[in-house]
Nanobody, 122 residues
Framework: QVQLVESGGGLVQAGGSLRLSCAAS????????MGWFRQAPGKEREPVAA????????YYADSVKGRFTISRDMAKNTVYLQMNSLKPEDTAVYFC???????????????WGQGTQVTVSS
């Protein structure tokens, strides 16, 4: 059973930066693809970014390309989401997920964290 715990959310002004972390524990974590998703109030969950277990393959939603960067540290069992040039429309609860998959389809991921709130003020 993989357990995921997100951290690093908070309140930031538009144009600012945040780095989210997702600490994983449990067997086989290092072989899983990892994804970040977000859900704003009244909206459906949407994919943000994903990374393969080697780090050699990544996915980004068009809305965050060029502003967000996903990375993983195998030694620390942690996945990061560096978010720069934040916009008010980035405000959401951000979730990390793990599974034998890399991409935008949330249903393909087997494990989910509890989420961390990101609020971007204008």
């Amino acid at each position: 059973q993989v357990q995921l715990v997100e951290s690093g959310g908070g309140l930031v002004q538009a144009g600012g930066s945040l780095r989210l972390s997702c600490a994983a524990s449990g067997p086989s974590f290092s072989s899983y693809g990892m994804g970040w998703f977000r859900q704003a109030p009244g909206k459906e969950r949407e994919p943000v970014a994903a990374i393969s277990w080697t780090g050699g393959r990544t996915y980004y939603a068009d809305s965050v390309k060029g502003r967000f960067t996903i990375s993983r540290d195998m030694a620390k069992n942690t996945v990061y989401l560096q978010m720069n040039s934040l916009k008010p429309e980035d405000t959401a609860v951000y979730f990390c997920a793990a599974g034998n998959y890399v991409g935008a389809q949330g249903a393909q991921y087997d494990y989910w964290g509890q989420g961390t709130q990101v609020t971007v003020s204008s």
